[in-house]
């Protein structure tokens, strides 16, 4: 039997969550179905599912990919640029995360599952960051550290809702309004 080698597994891999990601944003995730996978990826369940074990880890797979990339982007370029990212994702594919975790809201074991996605340890890293933020000045000071941190993941899940409904939205004035709520006095 002829080996296959790591390139090719990958390759197959990065189609399958493509097809996957296209499914998910057309037909929700409910809507995306075996035979959706199926047409979307271009090859049948057995070969889809030799690789991922069912439609679920597919999505977690793609959400954790999301997350490490928004992580990465935040703890690199900063809040500005995650915000500014979030304004234009595809609305369509933003929309499956609002119809999985209400999914999730009855299944607290996939629930912390899914909080955890994007890698074990990046949230004490961005809660590292932001605390170092905290002790330069960076924020004000009359509103605790964990305020600050819930007020940015409300805008972040506000702006990535908004983009879901395809709301207009102006990336740089929502900036401007973060950091006036967040940045100390001048």
Excluded: C
């Amino acid at each position: 039997m002829p080996k296959v080698s790591e390139a090719h597994l990958e390759a197959r891999r990065e189609q399958i969550l493509d097809g996957a990601r296209r499914a998910f944003a057309r037909h929700g995730y409910h809507g995306a179905t075996v035979a959706r996978l199926e047409e979307e990826i271009g090859l049948s369940r057995g070969a889809i599912f030799n690789y991922y074990p069912d439609k679920w880890s597919l999505f977690y797979e793609l959400a954790s990919r999301d997350q490490h990339e928004l992580t990465t982007l935040l703890l690199e370029q900063g809040l500005d640029a995650t915000i500014r990212h979030l304004t234009t994702e595809n609305p369509e594919w933003m929309t499956v995360y609002f119809e999985v975790l209400r999914i999730l809201r009855g299944d607290p074991e996939r629930m912390n599952e899914f909080a955890s996605r994007g890698g074990e340890g990046r949230e004490e890293e961005v809660k590292a960051w932001l605390r170092g933020l905290h002790e330069k000045g960076e924020f004000r000071d009359d509103v605790t550290l964990e305020d600050i941190v819930a007020f940015i993941n409300i805008v972040a899940n506000g702006v990535a809702l908004a983009t879901s409904l395809g709301l207009p939205l102006d990336a740089d004035a929502l900036v401007k309004v973060v950091h006036q709520g967040i940045d100390p006095p001048k």
